[in-house]
């Protein structure tokens, strides 16, 4: 599966942005797909994921109840609707793919996709 993420900007805190991930290839509906970030000098870290068929998600601290991530398996994307945006969600973000099970772990995710920047001004 190859994915392309895109979505990002330039907001103000408190603002909202919707980032999207598009997917290609036949076998998108045996992926769980997450949302990554990661900030300049800092580590990939998980942010959100959702599971093949949407029954599961998970997010990180951070971002519970500000964040929601969904998918559409017809449309083959995933979506990550971000509210309440702070200065310290700056980063670039990366959506991912791994066959099987919902995981929050990086290494277990095998399909990246390039990342949308998305940029919070205090």
């Known amino acids: 599966v190859q994915l392309q993420a895109f979505g990002g900007g330039s907001v103000q805190a408190g603002d909202s942005l919707r980032l999207s991930c598009a997917a290609s290839?036949?076998?998108?509906?045996?992926?769980?797909v997450g949302w990554f970030r990661q900030a300049p000098g800092t580590e990939r870290t998980f942010v959100a994921g959702?599971?093949?068929?949407?029954?599961?998600?998970s997010y990180a601290d951070s971002v519970q109840g500000r964040f929601v991530v969904s998918r559409d398996n017809v449309k083959k994307t995933v979506s990550l609707q971000m509210n309440g945006l702070k200065s310290e969600d700056t980063a670039v973000y990366y959506c991912a793919a791994e066959r099987g099970g919902l995981a929050t772990t990086l290494g277990r995710y095998d399909h990246w996709g390039q990342g949308t920047q998305v940029t919070v001004s205090s």
């Open positions: 290839g036949r076998a998108f509906t045996s992926f769980s």
């Open positions: 959702i599971s093949v068929s949407a029954s599961d998600t």
